[in-house]
């Protein structure tokens, strides 16, 4: 079955340290990847998404991910965190451009600390 | 330009009572989802629309969930009756379908609460 996981279901970080947070999908011959953000009682908002071409891609709010296929990660990096940053993150995936499913990940609970 | 709204934004009901929600998607977006995001979890299709059409359903609980798209724009998204497992944030997402664009707009959502 097609899935996604969120290897951390919380990771506290301090303020302007870097971090990552790691996803992990089920591989299949072609995929779309996604980072959304949602802050407390928000909806979801896009971070930044991998449809093809270059692996790393960069997002919004100074996020970036980079897409390994072989290890089926696209895990999300960024190099300094603010305090505002704190916020669940969600990775998602869809199989294919034309079904536009997204499959989510549980989510992981970024904790900045000042 | 307004982003996809939702109604109304929190909702408490008794168990075995009906329940309604309210999606308006970004204007001229064909594609509309809904999602059902329980706690500590992340968010589940239930049911993806593309214009007036459901073309996938297959997440939906149809003995007591359903959904309509009237015209292909706003959708309402009901259940009845309601059980307490039903207690869930509602997510409604819309997006524009053309070739390689696969990015989906959220609202807010409907914080559903069933006692």
């Known amino acids: 079955a097609q899935s996604v996981t969120q290897l951390d279901s919380q990771v506290p970080v301090f303020e302007e340290a870097p971090v990552e947070l790691r996803c992990n999908y089920s591989?299949?011959?072609?995929?779309?990847l996604f980072w959304y953000v949602q802050y407390p009682n928000q909806g979801l908002q896009l971070l930044l998404k991998y449809l093809s071409g270059s692996t790393l891609v960069k997002g919004i709010n100074g996020f970036e991910a980079e897409f390994n296929k072989s290890q089926t990660s696209f895990h999300l990096r960024k190099p300094s965190v603010h305090i505002s940053d704190t916020a669940e993150y969600f990775c998602?995936?869809?199989?294919?451009?034309?079904?536009?499913?997204?499959?989510f990940g549980q989510g992981t609970t970024l904790q900045v600390k000042p | 330009e307004a982003g996809v709204v939702q109604s109304p934004r929190y909702k408490i009901i008794e168990k075995k009572q009906p329940v309604a929600f309210w999606c308006n998607p970004i204007?001229?977006?064909?594609?509309l989802y809904w999602y059902r995001q329980n706690l500590g979890q992340g968010p589940e299709l239930l049911i993806r629309?593309?214009?007036?059409?459901?073309?996938?359903d297959s997440q939906l609980p149809k003995d007591r969930f359903s959904a309509e798209r009237l015209k292909g724009v706003d959708s309402t998204l009901k259940i009845q009756p309601a059980e307490l497992g039903d207690s869930a944030v509602y997510l409604c997402a819309s997006s524009l379908r053309d070739a390689g664009n696969t990015e989906a707009f959220f609202g807010q959502g409907t914080r559903l609460t069933v006692v």
């Open positions: 591989s299949s011959v072609s995929v779309y």
């Open positions: 998602a995936v869809t199989y294919s451009s034309n079904t536009g499913k997204l499959i």
């Open positions: 629309y593309e214009n007036e059409e459901a073309v996938d």
């Open positions: 204007s001229g977006h064909n594609t």
